[in-house]
């Protein structure tokens, strides 16, 4: 793994303390000020933590805005690098033990990973991880299975390297299987449970795949 330098870390501590001097003393004043009894404390603590990540989500994305993530092998001192390793932090950091957790629910989770970045489109849901929500293209009607992994990074000792993952319309990807980057899959696929999509694989419309790595077991026409 790429060492993660000192200006990058001082980049995200500086963003870290912006968010939470923003965060904390909203939700001290606004919500301290409520006679909420024996429960303030309580809903200090939870205040802060939600307002901490709503305005998380907006520096993220304020910053990725600034430094978008650029697809490709992403060249050590580079702009892109410094960008990779910064949206690495903030995962490491904040999103997460966020997105890992099975605590929230599924239908709220979308709504997470839209604002983190992800393309999600009508009816598309995810039981899974999204690693790289701002490289993952999700169409209508998709489900992603429980505990099942999507991401956009290859990380290969001192190699770094970023591709985005498209899936199409009425795809369905099985609970546990992991879907690399540079991925393609096509309208009305099935990526079987467990199965591993390794990096850049293209999978046509209408296709089952499944297996480690994953292979095609049916094809469209079958």
């Not at 001097?21 to 939600?50: D, K, T, Y």
């Not at 957790?101 to 991880?129: C, D, E």
Request: glycine residues 10%; contains cysteine.
């Amino acid at each position: 793994m790429r060492p993660i330098s000192l200006s990058q870390i001082a980049t995200f501590l500086l963003l870290l303390s912006f968010i939470l001097a923003l965060a904390l003393p909203i939700a001290w004043f606004g919500v301290g000020s409520i006679p909420l009894g024996e429960f303030r404390a309580i809903a200090i603590v939870v205040a802060s933590l939600v307002l901490t990540y709503a305005v998380a989500f907006l520096i993220y994305r304020l910053f990725l805005s600034v430094l978008p993530l650029k697809e490709g092998e992403l060249l050590a001192g580079s702009r892109g690098e410094f960008s990779a390793q910064v949206n690495i932090l903030f995962y490491l950091i904040l999103f997460n033990t966020l997105i890992r957790t099975h605590f929230l629910p599924v239908p709220l989770m979308r709504l997470i990973y839209i604002a983190l970045g992800a393309k999600l489109g009508r009816n598309s849901y995810s039981a899974g991880v999204l690693l790289d929500p701002p490289l993952t293209f999700v169409g209508d009607n998709c489900i992603i299975g429980h505990d099942a992994v999507i991401f956009a990074h290859a990380i290969e000792g001192s190699h770094l390297a970023l591709a985005s993952v498209r899936i199409a319309n009425d795809v369905t990807i099985g609970a546990t299987a992991v879907v690399m980057s540079g991925v393609t899959i096509g309208n009305g696929a099935i990526v079987s449970a467990g199965a591993v999509v390794t990096k850049g694989t293209v999978i046509g419309p209408g296709e089952v795949w499944g297996g480690v790595p994953a292979r095609r077991l049916k094809s469209a026409s079958a």
